[in-house]
């Protein structure tokens, strides 16, 4: 009995990544095509990543906390493979399927400055975008 149990254990476990794997498949092939990002996309995203990158903040993804510089590089991979795929044709698609979560467990990607409160990178990177889009609007109005 306990011979059976034990063997059904690794079993269990390869059921499971496989389901989780599926379903990484499945959600990326549903995704629509979304072509390549135009010039302000890609400006922008650069912006994000810079930012990030300079901030000095900590990132979280998948248990564990990295340094900004990592983060950028781990995004940036990201949205690499999405951009050659056609899967990120505006800033909002690479926050979302770039910057947001893990793709490999599910959980939420979070940005934690200076010792503060941790928040969801999305949150982080809309609110840079939000204030680049901003500071861009007050200089062309003058």
């Known amino acids: 009995m306990a011979m059976a149990m034990a063997s059904e254990r690794p079993l269990a476990a390869v059921k499971r990544c496989l389901v989780a794997l599926g379903s990484c498949v499945l959600f990326l092939w549903q995704l629509p095509a979304a072509g390549a990002p135009d010039e302000v996309s890609q400006h922008e995203i650069r912006y994000l990543l810079t930012q990030l990158e300079t901030s000095g ?14 983060a950028r590089q781990h995004i ?8 050659k795929r056609d899967l990120v044709a ?53």
């Open 76 to 83: 940036q991979r990201k949205y690499a493979w999405l951009v």
């Open 57 to 70: 903040c900590e990132f979280f993804r998948n248990g564990d906390w990295y340094d900004a510089r990592r």
């Open 90 to 142: 505006s800033t909002e698609q690479f926050i979302e399927r770039a910057a947001s979560g893990s793709s490999r467990s599910g959980e939420p990607y979070l940005v934690r400055c200076e010792q503060g409160e941790a928040m969801p990178s999305a949150d982080w990177l809309t609110n840079e975008l939000t204030r680049l889009r901003n500071d861009a609007a007050a200089s062309g109005a003058d």
